[in-house]
């Protein structure tokens, strides 16, 4: 019985086996469950995939609108964002941490400095680094489920942008000639360059009213060069003598013909050969990348002829020190001797710039020692005394004017820009005293000062001079500034290359008369039995009243030497000639 029974369950089941109608049904429902299941994962994924694309996108529109807007990141951020239909935006402060929800979206802004020129990708934005020019945004959410919310873990939308945005503008710093004298600025250049510069008033007024393309400039001495398929910055990466530099200035399209003579007749007959690192002229930021003949897209960029000539005339006196006799050429003055020490400005401080905020540009610190012979009278001292000769031992240092550009703006456009400079003078200090001639080109050290002598007191008999009386003196002045002065120029100044001044004070008072006013002195009388303190008294007067009467001359000397240097006493000259703020682009 049993057996029969074994043997009919197994031709059941092979018969079971053996019939496949219904096994189409049966996997069908046994599979269902996990083909809908894994339907449902494929759609919530690719909803989530283009959600966290949709995310991206806002992000980077976020960062670029931010980045457009630095003072009101945070505002120009939830703007966007809410206006593209992210749900409910939280700005994550610094230090907080907020969990995204449902409905709930979280982000963080944070501005900071981005540095392309940076080799690590990773460390091209610094964070909360001033001045800022980029922006970094993050943002965190939780994206929508729609059938696999109990089968998968609670997912977070994680996405980042970093948009940088480089405001540029062309300025420079330097002192304007108001008033030109042709003689001393001659003197001047041929003791800087060698050679014998002869130019007329109407010469150096063509230069002073001329701008010059940078750019065209430096085309045509990349010419000169024979530099081709170069970029701008291959160009001043070189060296050129001031011959080269004044006749590619003279080739720019443009140039007024006056100008134009005046650097032809420079270049012919510098004689200097010493070669200019050119990258001290100019620097020419981001915009040195640009291949030869291409230009900057809204930005200008011109500078003053006759600020690049004396520029490069400084540089190019490699030496450091020029000496120029005037003679008897100064009103007033017997004899003029001039000996001039230029310290070369930081290496990364350029006279002209072309970049973004945080840019400097600086003056060279310029030391000055005058000997002059001031006259020779009849002072009327009485005893017998004719003769009063009166010497001027003048020392003058000005330390580098700088300029820094601290912002540029368009509020509403780029006809609304502004730029601001923090202008800070050079601090100038006057003695009027002996120096040690050979420290006055070591700016490493200070200079010292010990009294000269300021007159000689004679008596002229039968063609003879017999020294009676021996003046001894010093005196010094100083002009101070501790802190910058901000210049803000808008798009009228820029268009009209407008120059602004920044004084360390206002100087009412002739330099020189302040130091004759301090003036210092003792009386040798050369072994004669005469009260020094009665003497003294009646010769000071006599001193100071003729030194009074060339302290105008004498200031118009050195007003016209140092704005030929582009120096000025205690002054910065700033002028913005092209501004752009840019475009944001993502970076990162």
Sequence with gaps: MLLRACNAIGQLARSMLADRQANFAVMTALSAPVALALAAVAIDEASIYAERREAQAMVDLAAITAASNIPNVDAAVVTTLTDNGMPGIVVQGSGETIAPAVGKTVVSVTPGRYAASTATVSQRFQSGVTPYNAVHVTLKKIPARYFASSLLPTPVIGTEATASMT????????????????????????????????????????????????????????????????????????????????????????????????LQSIASKSTSTFKIPLNKLVDLGSVGSLALGQRPAGLGVDASAMGMLTAAAVLANGTNQAQVNLGATVPGLLSTALTIAIGEPMQSSPWLAVDGIGTVVRTAQTRIKLVASVGVGTPGLGGGISLLAVNLPLNVEVAYAEAKLTDITCPTGPSSINVSMAAHPGIASLHLANSNSSGLGDFSQPQTFTDAEIADVSLHLLLINIPLIQVMGSAATAITNNSPTTLTFNATDIANKTVKTVST???????????????????????LGIDLTALLATVKPAVVAVLNGVTAPVDDLLYNVLSALGVGVGQADVRVTGATCGRAVLVQ
């Excluded at 701008?211 to 085309?219: A, C, E, N, T």
């Excluded at 004070?505 to 072994?527: C, D, E, F, H, K």
């Design 167 to 262: 405001p540029q503008a062309t300025f420079s710093v330097g002192s304007r000639l108001l008033s030109v004298n042709g003689g001393i600025l001659n003197a001047l250049l041929s003791g800087l360059l060698g050679g014998n510069i002869s130019l007329s008033v109407m010469d150096y007024n063509g230069l002073i009213s001329a701008d010059v393309s940078v750019l065209s400039f430096i085309d045509g001495l990349a010419t000169q060069l024979s530099l081709t398929g170069v970029t701008y910055s291959d160009v001043l990466a070189s060296k050129a003598t001031v011959g080269q530099i004044a006749t590619a200035m003279a080739n720019v399209p443009g140039l007024g013909n006056t100008a134009k003579v005046a």
């Design 505 to 527: 004070r206002n100087i009412s008072q002739s330099l020189t008369t302040s130091l004759v006013g301090n003036l210092s002195l003792s009386v040798n009388a050369l072994g």
